[in-house]
Each structure stands twice: as C-alpha cells, then as structure tokens.
C-alpha cells in the first residue's frame, strides 16, 4: 500500500537553528514529491516539486533534496516566521500526504 | 498571481442540514481536487475533477457530491449534515502535477 510518513511528528529549534524535516516515501510509481507549508486555518502552501533522485530545489532558508526512498526539507538559520506545519505528498495516480511535520522556531 | 477562490469561507449548519461549498480554480488550470482536513490531521482526498469529469474518488461519503461546471468551478454538495462534517474543507486546482490550494471553508456543524 502507498504511504507517506513524515518525522518528527513536531519540531522546536531555537531561532538560527538549522535542522531537517524527513519525509519518506513507499510508493508504486512516483510522479512527483512536493512540499507545502501550512498555517493554521489556512491552505497548504506551494514550496517544492521534486521529481527524480538527486533533484535539489532552493527558496531562502529552505532547501528540498530528493532520494529514492525520502525527501528532506533542510531549514537553514530558521526565523521565528517559518513557524508552520509542513506537509509533503506523493504523487502517483493520486496525491498521498503525510501527516505533517509542526515546526516552531523560538526567538 | 490570481490564485484558488473558495467561498464561503466560514459556514455554519444544524446537523441534518445541507452545505454547497464553491471552488473557483486557477484560470486554466484543468483539474480540481476536494479535500477535507479534521483538526491536526493531514488533508484528506475527497474527489477530483479532470476537465468537468469526475477522475478519481477519494474517502467521500455517500452524503457528499461534487461536479464541475462549464465555467470550470466546481461545487462540493453535503447533505444530512453530522457534527464529524466540521472540518476545513480545501479545494485545489493544477495544470500539470503541482496543486494550488485555496484559502479553505471552515464548516462548523452545530
């Protein structure tokens, strides 16, 4: 069965704290690996389309790396505003999200 | 950039009652998604849309239908209402692999 499991579950870094976020993957046929941010109350925003092993893809503190079986999200000298959830899904005929990784950067 | 349009965007309803949420996509994008999101869980799939057809059907009860319009906007129908119903419910819409979400209607059910 298609699943997707993101570690850990919730994250607290001190500001400047770089860290990882982990998603992985246990799919038949992957047509993508994207990466949302989600604030509560609001849409899972856009961040990261990923599509074969070795893809890298940056945008400010946020770096998303790909492998044949997970997908990183690198925080680098994160600020107390990338506090959010951050959600990653697969794409094979259908979208499979994880359950999120809840991050708070501390000031 | 014109993004995804959902309205309402708070709905309050009895139990037993019937809730139309509205999605407005992407302009030209051609595929819409529904999802429903409880409290600290990930987004659930409901049903999606493929230029007006129905093209994949997710965890969506019986109670709940959906179309998509000529216009492109599709439309979430919920009927007989329970208090499990509230939820954030998201709709979607892409052009190619990459969804864009929309702000969400939160659905209270009383």
């Known amino acids: 069965e298609d699943q997707v499991t993101q570690s850990p579950e919730a994250l607290r870094l001190q500001e400047g704290e770089s860290s990882s976020l982990n998603c992985s993957y246990t799919?038949?046929?992957?047509?993508?690996l994207f990466w949302y941010r989600q604030d509560p109350g609001k849409g899972p925003e856009f961040l990261f389309t990923l599509y074969s092993a070795g893809e890298e893809k940056e945008k400010e503190r946020l770096k998303a790396t790909l492998t044949k079986k997970e997908s990183f999200l690198h925080i680098t000298a994160p600020k107390p505003e990338d506090s959010a959830t951050y959600l990653c899904?697969?794409?094979?005929?259908?979208?499979?999200f994880g359950t999120g990784t809840r991050l708070k950067v501390l000031a | 950039a014109a993004g995804v349009i959902q309205s309402p965007r708070h709905l309050i309803k009895e139990k037993r009652e019937t809730a139309t949420l509205k999605c407005y996509p992407i302009?030209?994008?051609?595929?819409v998604y529904w999802y429903q999101q409880g409290p600290g869980q990930d987004p659930q799939f409901l049903i999606s849309?493929?230029?007006?057809?129905?093209?994949d059907k997710g965890s969506i009860p019986d109670r709940f239908s959906a179309q998509q319009f000529s216009d492109y906007h599709s439309e979430l129908n919920m009927s007989s209402l329970e208090l499990g119903d509230s939820a954030l419910y998201f709709c979607?819409?892409?052009?190619?692999?990459?969804?864009?979400f929309g702000p969400g209607t939160r659905l209270t059910v009383l």
């Open positions: 899904a697969a794409r094979t005929y259908k979208y499979i």
């Open positions: 302009p030209r994008h051609d595929t």
């Open positions: 979607a819409s892409s052009l190619k692999d990459t969804q864009y």
């Open positions: 849309f493929y230029e007006k057809m129905q093209s």
């Open positions: 799919v038949s046929g992957l047509r993508g």
